[in-house]
């Protein structure tokens, strides 16, 4: 079966350092996504992975261990624009995605 | 800045009529998608567009919806015999690459 798991809700405070972590099971896998979505709006692509190791890119940066099945996105200096829900999504095979049900967080002055 | 653009924004139906939201992507990608988020839920695949053909669909992308290049720029996403289920916002997202996508703002479609 497809699943991915995240927690559902987390909160921080500006300037701190948060991880959101992922974890999934695919019947294939083909690369990694993390994605920001803020109320009421689209996604808006964050990260790719499909290798292990991690990717940075500014304040946010992605890790992925696919033997654990694990990733985690990174957001650091957080700032109050940044609350959001984190969408963690594997493409398992061709262009097939399954998203997981998105973490909500909360960034408090 | 390239966008994807959607229309409508919101489309009203009654249960049974057909409806198709049009998805503008940006001109040189070649991966097309259509996602649905029903309120409150995640985020779901409904199909990729790759080369003017589906390359996969989800078990969701049942015989009722069907997609379409029909020109060289629009991209459209049909739902036959709308059910109240369906209600969702409906994502449209292109990528000039299969590891990335840009999604549009979306159609909310609400069946009544």
């Known amino acids: 079966g497809q699943n991915i798991d995240q927690p559902t809700e987390m909160t921080a405070t500006e300037g701190a350092i948060v991880q959101i972590n992922c974890t999934y099971q695919?019947?294939?896998?083909?690369?990694l996504f993390w994605y920001q979505q803020h109320a009421g709006e689209a996604p808006t692509f964050l990260s790719y992975?499909?290798?292990?190791g991690l990717e940075e890119k500014g304040r946010f940066s992605s890790f992925l261990s696919r033997s654990k099945g694990y990733s985690y996105l990174l957001l650091k200096e957080l700032q109050m624009k940044d609350s959001a829900s984190y969408l963690c999504?594997?493409?398992?095979?061709?262009?097939?995605?399954?998203f997981g049900p998105g973490t909500r967080l909360s960034v408090l002055p | 800045e390239p966008e994807v653009t959607q229309t409508p924004s919101h489309q009203v139906t009654q249960m049974g009529q057909e409806v198709i939201l049009r998805c503008v992507p940006i001109?040189?990608?070649?991966?097309f998608y259509w996602y649905r988020q029903i309120l409150g839920q995640k985020v779901e695949f409904l199909v990729s567009?790759?080369?003017?053909?589906?390359?996969?669909k989800s078990e969701i992308f049942d015989d009722q919806f069907s997609v379409e290049r029909p020109d060289g720029s629009n991209f459209t996403l049909k739902i036959r015999s709308t059910k109240l289920e369906d209600s969702a916002m409906y994502f449209c997202?292109?990528?000039?690459?299969?590891?990335?996508?840009?999604f549009g703002q979306g159609t909310r479609l609400t069946v009544v």
């Open positions: 992975n499909v290798l292990d």
């Open positions: 001109s040189n990608h070649l991966y």
């Open positions: 695919t019947s294939g896998f083909n690369g």
């Open positions: 997202a292109s990528g000039d690459r299969a590891a990335e996508a840009f």
């Open positions: 999504a594997v493409e398992d095979y061709g262009q097939n995605f399954v």
């Open positions: 567009f790759y080369n003017n053909e589906i390359s996969e």
